[in-house]
């Protein structure tokens, strides 16, 4: 017998297919489809709420292999059904580095038993991620790579990150790169400003990524292949993306919540969960992120999602890792401050840039409500305020900035192919 579902009275929001209407969503055997009326059903009533595409977030740190006192893939997935996710893109800086097949495949294998949603796999694009030697591509992709990144590091060589991506150009794969020029940053630890020099802190400039921001821009227009610039900081990055896009060079950007939340004041206390990489920086730069994600300058939206066990990030700030989980509380960050308090935004188009963008950029089967795709659904309460409790959160770790926030907008439920993995209780 067919399992049918029936979403009832719902607002479906489809940015893929520009439908924004009160209407039923119907789920057949884990896919969407047309009404089957006077079937046997189930109803979830979504009255008040909006029906969307799951939601998918294209940087996240699973940890596993290796790092399991961090996160596991069975954590992260929890975290990340209690955010509205329903597809991850997992970075390869794993131990080993997901620079092999066999580490694909592993990483793979052990998501089909343990995820809640769905995994999709980056390739590094250096052995060992160490900017030094290219990842063999061709095994990488026939294990089921859908990008390319040393994320968590950086190709310094300029030649090389060339013939990175001319070499993705040949499996049509996007490179994603974490834009960083270790010269430039030195030791930096927190954005070079004001604060910084109060603090005595060692400063990481904007330069440091805008250098190869600008880098990564000219590989792509020379190639003529698509390079993805990850957790844009700076509003110089948004100022030279946003000149390239409009002369149609292959290069985008994407931001994550802490970024428009957050600047480098927080680090007065020197705590270090308000330490990542990129850093906070200044209200200017936010103001310059803000503009470029509502003139569609920067088209995807993110977590950089980065767990760390208590005893690692409970140290000197100078020896605390870099990094901060956010797969619970990124979507609410987002539509509090864009479309609530900023209206930079309208909610079709945030949700397109969870849906359809990342999609897009990854060639995923998913982000959309078409008929026959897979019926991974998050139904989103958008006039709902709610207080975030770090000691009730799914992930393992809880270095997190926003322990006590409280923000407008929450994912409700979550369904992936057609099932309910996750309910507000």
């Known amino acids: 017998m067919k399992k049918i579902t029936r979403i009832t009275n719902g607002r479906v929001i489809d940015p893929a297919n520009n439908r924004d209407e009160i209407n039923d969503l119907w789920i057949t055997d884990g896919v969407i489809t047309s009404p089957l009326p006077g079937k046997e059903t189930s109803t979830i009533d979504a009255s008040g709420l909006i029906v969307a ?44 580095t997901a620079d092999s097949a066999a580490t694909i495949t592993l990483i793979k294998e052990k998501a089909a038993r343990e995820a809640c949603v769905n995994i999709f ?70 954005h070079e400003g004001e604060w910084s020099l109060r603090l005595g802190i ?23 292949s698509p390079i993805h610039c990850q957790h844009i900081s700076s509003g110089g990055s948004v100022r030279l993306l946003r000149e390239a896009r409009s002369r149609g060079v292959k290069i985008s950007g994407e931001v994550c919540p802490h970024h428009i939340a957050l600047t480098d004041a927080e680090l007065a206390a020197f705590d270090s969960n308000f330490k990542m990489n990129p850093p906070l920086r200044a209200q200017e730069d ?5 503009e470029g994600i509502a003139d569609g300058t920067l088209t995807i939206l ?43 935004i309208d909610l079709p188009r945030l949700i397109a840039l969870y849906t359809s963008e990342p999609a897009s950029l990854l060639k995923l089967n998913r982000g959309t409500l078409s008929l026959g795709a897979p019926a991974d659904v998050t139904l989103i309460n958008a006039s709902m305020d709610w207080t975030f409790d770090k000691s009730a959160s799914a992930s393992l770790s809880k270095n997190t900035p926003f322990h006590g926030h409280t923000w407008r907008g929450r994912a409700v439920r979550t369904l992936v192919a057609g099932d309910t993995i996750w309910c507000l209780p």
């Not at 060692?202 to 003529?224: H, K, T, Y």
């Not at 936010?286 to 803000?290: D, G, N, R």
């Open 53 to 96: 595409p799951g939601l998918i977030d294209i940087h996240v740190h699973l940890r596993e292999p290796g790092q399991s006192h961090k996160e596991t893939i069975s954590s992260a997935t929890r975290a990340a059904a209690a955010g509205g996710f329903t597809s991850l893109v997992a970075m390869p800086n794993t131990t080993p």
């Open 202 to 224: 060692p400063g990481w400039p904007r330069a440091g990524e805008e250098l190869i921001v600008a880098r990564n821009i000219m590989l792509a227009e020379l190639c003529d």
């Open 121 to 190: 796999c980056t390739g590094a694009l250096t052995k060992g991620i160490k900017g030094e030697e290219l990842a063999p591509y061709g095994s990488l992709i026939n294990a089921g790579v859908v990008a390319l990144t040393d994320d968590g590091h950086c190709i310094q060589n300029h030649e090389l990150m060339r013939r990175a991506v001319e070499y993705a150009r040949m499996f049509d794969l996007p490179v994603m790169d974490h834009c960083q020029d270790y010269a430039v940053v030195g030791d930096g630890i927190m």
């Open 286 to 290: 936010i103001e310059a992120i803000i």
């Open 302 to 344: 993110c977590s950089d999602h980065a767990p760390h066990a208590a005893y690692e990030k409970e140290v000197e700030i100078d020896h605390a890792p870099f990094g901060i989980t956010g797969l619970e509380t990124e979507f609410s960050i987002f539509h509090d401050i864009l479309v609530h308090k900023r209206k930079a």
